[in-house]
């Protein structure tokens, strides 16, 4: 019921968006004398404002054409080397780089935003490395007949992927992928799998949030699953390709996401309107730029999103000891081969600071000159990937590290 009344609340505001646009239209066009006045702007402005607040946002692009590679540009191609119903395995081939790279892949997280919000990620580790990334689908267009995608369908895409990279591949969990990324690695370890990722990155991840637990924490701590599956679960409404799927709706994480720092976006937008008014356009620009991924939102599939929530979040299955694949225990202490570096924001209000770390004393078989942590001063969850602070000292520090491991 909730997703058709959003649905419906979307349609509703869509006439009004429609006449915003035109009175914009009007006030911007320079034929206009007054729209070059302050009450022009002002008036361009608040309409800007209201449009791109109550906008449906798509699937953004990644829109990278080149990157630096040993002080030169080269083209970048991105290509799907891999399609799975819920997944895509997206490669991007760089043209003309003179030296051989370290195949790395990065996992996205599948907790609301599209891959796309490491965009900046990507395009700092394509300096040093032949970068593929998982494109997670949104839920609501995946049709009912494709099946169920679940935590362990999750781990099972992560070994099919690793094993069509081949041995030498090293694999990069930003945030929520930590927990299966661990998984997976640990099965692979266990069976000798020859295509075992030479290193393991793990950053900003939920591996034990018993330790420093955040607000987030706290709320999946305070109630059990059924109160999940009865108050944050809805259907996919007719007129979409997964019409009567069960999901963890888009709207309503970003509806979270955007509560935790209310106060903040609120002056974000502020801030928007006085620059469209003072024609500061460079800065609404990079709003704009900022804006148009957050709120870009995916459904998840419910099955996934409980079994995650109850497996992670309350029962705390992994640094227990307790975590299962299909029937199987997941034991980290098999990891031998597989270099782990951890990283960690000293802000961070997702994943508390010591969360990430759990992971070496679950890989406890792991040589200590094969592991690593590293906290960077400074940054909260978002710049543990992305920013100046991560291009200039997370990303060299990974890139040194993966080249030590395969060595």
């Known amino acids: 019921m909730l997703y058709y009344l959003y649905e419906m609340n979307h349609v509703a505001v869509a006439p009004w968006r429609a006449a915003a646009n035109a009175t914009r239209a009007f006030w911007d066009t320079p034929i206009n004398p007054l729209s070059s006045s302050v009450l022009g702007r002002t008036i361009s402005a608040g309409l800007d404002v209201f449009e791109r607040m ?23 191609t991105e290509e799907t080397v891999l399609q799975k119903p819920f ?178 976006h609120i002056d974000a937008h502020r801030a928007l309107f006085w ?11 990079k709003h704009d730029d900022f804006y148009d991924e957050y709120l870009s939102v995916m459904d998840l599939t419910a099955e996934f999103y409980l079994q995650t929530v109850e497996k992670v979040f309350i029962r705390h299955e992994l640094p227990k000891g307790e975590f299962m694949h299909r029937g199987r225990l997941v034991r980290p202490e098999t990891i031998t081969k597989t270099a782990l570096m951890t990283v960690e924001g000293e802000r961070d209000d997702i994943s508390g600071v010591g969360q990430t770390e759990a992971a070496h004393t679950l890989c406890k078989n792991i040589p ?30 990974i890139a040194e590290f993966v080249g030590r491991s395969i060595a």
């Open 54 to 76: 109550t906008r449906r946002y798509g699937k953004p692009l990644f829109g990278i054409e080149s990157a630096w590679v040993d002080g030169e540009r080269v083209a970048v």
């Open 87 to 264: 997944c895509g395995l997206l490669h991007f081939s760089k043209e003309g780089a003179k030296r051989h790279q370290p195949k790395l892949l990065i996992v996205a997280p599948m907790s609301g935003h599209y891959a796309t919000l490491l965009r900046g990620t990507v395009e700092t580790m394509l300096q040093d490395h032949d970068v593929y990334i998982t494109d997670w689908v949104d839920a609501r267009t995946v049709p009912l007949v494709a099946g169920k995608f679940d935590l362990d369908d999750y781990i099972d895409y992560l070994i099919e992927m690793l094993h069509h990279l081949g041995a030498g591949t090293s694999i990069m969990a930003v945030c929520q992928p930590s927990v299966p990324v661990l998984a997976a690695v640990s099965l692979m370890s266990e069976d000798k799998d020859p295509c075992v990722p030479a290193a393991m990155i793990l950053m900003g991840g939920p591996i034990d949030t018993r330790r420093n637990p955040t607000e987030v924490n706290k709320l999946a701590s305070q109630h059990d699953i059924d109160w999940f599956r009865n108050n944050v679960i809805s259907t996919v409404p007719l007129g979409n390709p997964g019409f009567m799927r069960e999901v963890y709706p888009g709207f309503m994480q970003l509806t979270g996401f955007m509560t935790m720092n209310l106060d903040r």
């Open 275 to 285: 620059h469209l008014v003072q024609g500061d356009g460079d800065s609404a620009d």
């Open 368 to 397: 200590d000159d094969r592991r690593v942590h590293y906290l960077q001063k400074g940054v909260g969850h978002y710049g543990v990937f992305n920013g100046s602070r991560f291009n200039g000292q997370i990303a060299p520090r």
